[in-house]
């Protein structure tokens, strides 16, 4: 009997998607191959490289983001983080100017990240803290907060000059079809220090989303775990945005989709199968846009899509956690 119940369906259902994600990964490295390996090795695995970067970085970041927010609907991207790295850039370029373009791009990235930790912290604990506000306010508070970081960042952006104004803009204007390949290595490395911190609190996950009594009563030292928490996803943010830009309902769709597939809300399974959604939604989708289908369609718009219907849909249910 004990053996049978420790057979989880929730990990059948996770090694669905990785068989589906390998699938969608061969794919879009062998299909319709028609120059030497060697070019194809070095175009398709650099933008292979960074959608799985990008996979990971928003899949784990948004479910832990729903964890400590306890709902399905808030994520990092809907609370304005993504385009906040987009300020801090900015901001950097306005306030060191050119020395600032003489770093070398892993340099000023490590300073962005580092700083990007310290404003998400501080913007968490303003909007999170104190007396409870309802899910609709929170949504409405993070809509306009991504609204004024944006108009922010342009308003810096006009008074650059063209090689400053050309580093701030190449975040923003990154795209699932248009990714920044420059900084894979040190945005992998961000990846892993930021899982790595992530190991500290894995045994607690599953306790801090029953909330903040429960955690407390249960022995977790809730305060301290949440900031930490939101430490590593302000890290997996920096990394998921200076790869392919801001995207907004994209971390929504995956999380829910491996809310929904896993039939689990343990982190076990939900972590790594918001990781192999997205690996399946940005692999698989580039691999049917571009060389299935041969569409001009971006797959950006698709995706966007997709997520703004399901926010939309799980907006009128009011779904939470």
Partial sequence: ????????????????????????????????????????????????????????????????????????????????????????????????????????????????????????????????????????????????????????????????????????????????????????????LALVVGCLLLLRWRRSLDVLALGRDIAINLGVAYERMILGVMAVVAILVSVATVLVGPTLFFGLLIANLAYWFTGSQRHRWTLPASVMAGVICLVGGQLVLDHILASTLPLALVIELAGGLLFIALLMRGVRQ
């Fill in 1 to 188: 009997m004990g053996v049978k119940q420790s057979r989880d369906p929730a990990a059948l259902r996770l090694a669905i998607l990785v068989s589906l994600a390998l699938l969608c990964v061969v794919g879009f490295m062998t299909f319709n191959v028609q120059s030497d390996w060697a070019f194809i090795l070095e175009y398709r695995g650099s933008r292979l490289a960074a959608m799985l970067l990008a996979a990971c970085a928003i899949g784990i970041s948004t479910v832990l983001f729903q964890t400590i927010t306890h709902s399905r609907l808030l994520t990092p991207a809907l609370m304005g983080f993504d385009v906040l790295y987009v300020l801090v850039q900015t901001l950097g370029m306005l306030l060191l100017g050119s020395e600032l373009v003489e770093w070398s791009p892993s340099l000023r990235f490590a300073l962005q990240v580092l700083v990007m930790v310290a404003l998400a912290l501080l913007l968490f604990r303003l909007l999170f803290s104190g007396s409870v506000r309802s899910l609709h306010l929170m949504i409405l508070l993070g809509m306009l907060a991504g609204m004024l970081f944006r108009e922010l960042s342009e308003l810096g952006g006009r008074v650059l000059d063209p090689s400053e104004f050309g580093i701030s803009q190449g975040v923003a204007q990154a795209s699932f079809s248009r990714m920044n390949t420059e900084l894979l290595a040190v945005a992998a």
